[in-house]
């Protein structure tokens, strides 16, 4: 437990009481989460003022406030200029700096993250450690708010944790999410265009990036510096660098089964696809061997790699094509997945990609992956991700206009992924991008349940029972696109979500 005044000591802000100090036992920035003897963080955002919930934080039994000005609240108060810009500081105070107690690597760049981080925790356990991980697939965001984000910490020290690898988005580093969080190892994996609704500027979503590894946040670098961000990060850092490049990697080699490398003078099996894995290996490789881990155990380690949920997953069943699920919601990502797609498919095979992009979101990139898409697939069939409140059809209207060639309209992504694998041949592969992962399709006023891998598993199911009705000769495969409800003929022209 923390005192009062030993928060606003850390805070630097001025204490104002109206009752005996007290002991402050956890931190929140939700009053929903508001416990007897907690602190509530009165956050101001864009569109959110945490001034207007402190009484139910105070009803839920915070016994005081961290806030930018004074309310009329009988409970001591603690006021500062900005809540957001300390609240990490007081929240590693009040749990007694967890960070300090782990090894902590962070992992950052645009894509490859949540990857990079699964590598790392399987080598760390094959080392003996007990580990645990913090990113995409853990929470309902990359980076949880500083509260959260140290009381899980201070559980993971609590539970005997040894090593924690965490996913540092931009968004993280911006609103100092990550503010006393002591990372023994930070990682770059790259940089390309994402968030630009948020950071406005490229410049500014790399310098948001480029917090990671300031000198008192972390010890170390390892920096992929094939990208030139990474080159950048390296010629200015102020902490010990290590390069990583695939050109490190020797005797690459792809198999149905994943990717083979030799690395250090080790042999390294990686149960995934794509070249752009080799960086991902090679990184979480380098950063495990600065925290004494032998090329032995970091290629177990590898080799043991767990299917990532939603990042180049493969669903196969005979006689059908093969289907990637992935989660590239970027153009660098989408280009890449369709690169690793190329490399499964025969010689006659063909590439199918069923996308969309994401409504209140980074509106930029959109004719850009149209364009990718064009350019790197046999057959691209648009369709809705999450438009959130936007209007779906003018989302997938964008997209289209970067387009270079026909293109088919499903708006609906169930059928979408049917109409995709139910035109594709048993030696092409489709890709299904975007939401990897995710098990939910966010529309303008309601979250529908949702799963690509889902729908997947049913499309191929389906197809293999109608092949099967087929040679029995009980009936025909017929089109998987919806029974003709929608038009996949008119270079675009299908029927369109009507919301």
């Not at 004074?70 to 957001?84: C, E, G, I, N, Y």
């Not at 794509?274 to 991902?280: F, M, S, T, Y």
């Not at 004494?292 to 990532?308: F, I, Y």
């Not at 057959?379 to 809705?384: P, S």
């Amino acid at each position: 437990m923390t005192r009062l005044e030993d928060v606003a000591v850390v805070a630097g802000g001025t204490l104002h009481r109206r009752e005996p100090v007290q002991e402050i036992v956890d931190v929140v920035a939700d009053s929903r989460q508001a416990v007897p003897g907690a602190l509530f963080c009165c956050v101001v955002g864009e569109t959110h003022d945490g001034h207007l919930h402190a009484a139910a934080a105070v009803d839920g039994g915070a016994v005081a406030l961290l806030c930018q000005r004074r309310l009329a609240l009988d409970v001591p108060q603690v006021v500062v200029p900005d809540v957001r810009a300390v609240m990490g500081q007081v929240a590693a105070a009040v749990h007694r700096h967890p960070s300090r107690s782990l090894e902590i690597i962070g992992v950052t760049g645009t894509n490859g993250k949540t990857t990079v981080v699964s590598m790392i925790d399987s080598i760390l356990a094959a080392s003996g450690r007990a580990t645990a991980t913090i990113g995409t697939l853990t929470g309902a965001r990359t980076t949880p708010e500083a509260p959260d984000l140290q009381r899980q910490l201070a559980e993971f020290v609590d539970r005997g944790v040894d090593s924690v690898a965490i996913e540092v988005s931009s968004h993280a580093l911006a609103l100092h999410r990550v503010d006393a969080v002591e990372f023994d190892v930070a990682v770059f994996t790259n940089l390309g265009t994402d968030h630009l609704d948020f950071h406005r500027t490229p410049e500014a979503y790399f310098a948001a990036k480029a917090e990671l590894f300031e000198l008192g946040r972390a010890e170390v670098a390892v920096l992929n510096i094939d990208d030139l961000h990474g080159r950048l990060l390296r010629d200015a850092a102020e902490i010990p660098v290590i390069d990583v490049s695939p050109s490190n990697a020797q005797e690459v080699r792809t198999a149905p089964e994943g990717m083979h490398l030799r690395w250090r003078d080790t042999a390294l099996f990686v149960p995934l696809h794509g070249r752009h894995n080799v960086a991902n290996a090679l990184l979480a490789a380098e950063a495990c061997t600065l925290l004494g881990v032998d090329p032995m155990t970091v290629a177990e380690g590898l080799a043991a790699l767990p299917v990532v949920p939603g990042r180049f997953e493969l669903f196969r069943r005979a006689g059908a094509p093969t289907v990637v699920v992935d989660f590239a919601h970027t153009p660098d990502a989408l280009e890449q997945v369709l690169a690793a797609s190329r490399e499964l498919v025969p010689e006659h095979g063909r590439v199918t990609v069923v996308f969309g992009c994401g409504g209140d979101r980074d509106r930029s990139k959109r004719p850009t992956m149209g364009a990718i898409a064009s350019a790197s697939a046999d057959r691209v069939v648009l369709t809705n991700d999450n438009p959130r409140s936007e209007d779906p059809g003018s989302i997938i209207e964008q997209i289209e206009a970067g387009c270079d060639g026909p293109v088919e309209v499903v708006a609906e992504r169930e059928l979408a992924i049917r109409a995709a694998i139910g035109g594709a041949g048993p030696d092409d592969v489709v890709v299904v991008a975007g939401k990897g992962h995710e098990r939910g399709q966010v529309f303008a006023y309601r979250t529908v349940p949702f799963d690509d891998r889902d729908e997947v598993r049913s499309a191929l199911a389906e197809l293999a029972e109608l092949a099967e009705l087929a040679e029995l000769g009980r009936g025909d495969a017929t089109d998987l696109g919806g029974g003709g409800a929608t038009d996949l003929g008119g270079g675009g022209a299908g029927e369109r979500d009507p919301e």
